[in-house]
């Protein structure tokens, strides 16, 4: 995976049997991500919850 702000990341997949899970924030096969997704991860990664990743964003 490849970043604006931080350059190459690596992300662990867990198994899945069947292929039934769809990602949500970084798709199958995706390689790179646009700011808004680096800022939402960069947030929930530094112990911010979703709810307020999302006050946050309403509040900018």
């Not at 808004?36 to 709810?51: D, I, P, Q, R, W």
């Amino acid at each position: 995976m490849l970043t604006e702000a931080t350059g190459e990341a690596t992300i662990e997949v867990p198994r899945d049997r069947d292929g039934s899970f769809e990602p949500q924030i970084v798709k199958k096969r995706q390689r790179r991500l646009n700011r808004v997704e680096e800022a939402v991860l960069s947030l929930y990664a530094n112990g911010l919850t979703t709810g307020e990743i999302s006050a946050h964003f309403a509040q900018i």
